[in-house]
């Protein structure tokens, strides 16, 4: 039973592995990559510690174990939604693709990085399993460190190359969470 915690972290990687590629994208910045893959690594790396701290007494779901798992479903969810907006355009790095635009539909409408709040459900609600405050409060210092920096070169790339346009778009809808960032 303790395994099916690891759900939305299988369906989040079988997603990423998936989805098609991006088509003649220049690379602009390799470092908030690296930081990402730390960060994704830490995130699975402290819940799953814990959780195999557990099994090894009798196992009894907290109550957060179900809520966990599915905020974590519905990240994947949300994140696969964006992936499903911006199509091509979807990428892993920093980079500008042939015939790039900036994309204001679906979620883009509202958040500027919907992929980055559904990886953000999907680790946080992993971590909401464990019913551990601990993985809690790793999870979101983990997240916040390396997307708030990823989110700042990115920001900072597509202005370079958008200009008024993306600078338009940011006035207009909210970073991460609608309402607070």
Known sequence: MMWFAFTPVLLYLLVEGIRKPPQGEQKKDCSSTLALAAALACMTLLPTVILLDQWQTPFTP???FYTGITLG???????TKAMRTLGRFFSRNIGIQSQHRVVNTGCYRYIRHPGYLGTLGTFLGFALSTASWLAVAGNLICFFMAYTYRMRVEEKALVIFFGLAYRDYQARTWKLIPYLY
């Open 73 to 79: 479903i519905a990240g994947v969810w949300f994140r």
């Open 62 to 64: 907290h109550p957060l």
